[in-house]
């Protein structure tokens, strides 16, 4: 059974700084990954899609990696700004088509 | 383009009531839609999916149903509603191929009181 985790589970930063947000999951069969953004009391916005034959996707300052073969995947934030403030989450699609969600981690940028 | 929209926003409700919420889709055709349910604190868990007009599948058993009467329209149901089933729901749709994006609602924020 596949499970999606995310560390950590909380981030506060100081705005300016680059930040890593992690997600690992156990089952490598994959067919993609996706990170969702999600702000307080809203539905989800699709970040970045990374097929499993990608290694990495880029939009604007993020960008996103996939390590298939060891389960991981990391959403990277440049000069992250108050505005970034949100909850983040990856999500993993098997073979069965069906999109498995990490909890998410919930990220603080102080101006 | 295409649009998502759920409604209710919010809802309150007693225990024992009915429930029905509401997703339609809008610039696709032949969608494939999800009911998913994120409680406090918790990720979202997948409660139903549906890849055509009458076709249900449902994840986990639960005091909740789904239809889907027309091809965007989804449909989340409850004939009695239980403490249990307060959380944020959330509506989401794909194209029919296998990975594509997945498109959320704004989501209802239901308790059951």
């Known amino acids: 059974k596949q499970e999606v985790t995310q560390i950590p589970a909380a981030l506060s930063v100081p705005e300016g700084e680059n930040l890593v947000l992690n997600c690992s999951f156990t089952?490598?069969?994959?067919?993609?990954l996706q990170w969702f953004r999600q702000d307080p009391g809203k539905g989800l916005t699709s970040l970045l899609l990374?097929?499993?034959?990608?290694r990495e996707q880029t939009s604007g300052r993020l960008n996103a990696s996939l390590d298939k073969s060891s389960g991981r995947s990391t959403l990277y934030i440049a000069a992250s700004q108050p505005g970034d403030s949100a909850t983040y989450l990856c999500?993993?699609?098997?073979?069965?088509?069906?999109?498995?969600f990490g909890q998410g981690t919930e990220l603080s940028v102080k101006p | 383009s295409q649009t998502i929209h759920q409604w209710p926003a919010t809802l309150v409700q007693p225990v024992g009531s009915p429930l029905s919420l509401e997703c339609t889709v809008e610039?696709?055709?032949?969608?494939?839609l999800y009911w998913y349910r994120q409680a406090a604190g918790r990720g979202l868990q997948l409660l139903f999916y549906?890849?055509?007009?009458?076709?249900i599948s449902s994840e986990v058993p639960q005091n909740l149903s789904a239809s889907r009467p027309q091809d965007r329209q989804f449909i989340l149901s409850s004939k009695k509603l239980l403490l249990s089933d307060s959380g944020f729901y959330l509506c989401?749709?794909?194209?029919?191929?296998?990975?594509?994006?997945?498109?959320f609602g704004s989501g209802t924020q239901l308790s059951v009181l």
């Open positions: 549906s890849v055509g007009i009458g076709q």
């Open positions: 089952d490598s069969a994959i067919y993609n």
């Open positions: 610039g696709t055709s032949n969608p494939n």
């Open positions: 999500a993993v699609v098997g073979q069965g088509g069906k999109l498995i």
């Open positions: 990374i097929q499993s034959s990608q």
């Open positions: 989401a749709w794909s194209r029919t191929a296998l990975g594509e994006k997945l498109f």
